[in-house]
Nanobody, 114 residues
């Protein structure tokens, strides 16, 4: 059974940093494509960053140079380091993977105040 548990969200001032964690069970993160998505109120869920099994990464244009996705294979955990946060980064952030179907975590709220 695949489970994804996010943590690390919170309230931060603009320009600050947060690191989100996604602890996975039922899969081996180093063998899967793992993604971080976000959903702001009234908006569709959107891809923020993805790390592939080979280690390559992709980012949404608006977060390039500010966010970094990474993984710790020993902890079976994926991270999203978010620097230089902006109010428009405010959203619920979700961890995602695909194993015959999409799996999502419960989400973690990130609020950036101006």
């Amino acid at each position: 059974q695949v489970q994804l548990v996010e943590s690390g969200g919170g309230l931060v001032q603009a320009g600050g940093s947060l690191r989100l964690s996604c602890a996975a069970s039922g899969i081996i993160v180093s063998l899967k494509a793992m993604g971080w998505y976000r959903q702001a109120p009234g908006k569709q869920r959107e891809l923020v960053a993805r790390i592939f099994s080979g280690g390559s990464t992709i980012y949404q244009d608006s977060v390039k140079g500010r966010f970094t996705i990474s993984r710790d294979n020993a902890k079976n955990t994926v991270y999203l380091q978010m620097n230089s946060l902006k109010p428009e980064d405010t959203a619920v952030y979700y961890c995602n993977t695909y194993e015959f179907r999409d799996y999502w975590g419960q989400g973690t709220q990130v609020t950036v105040s101006s």
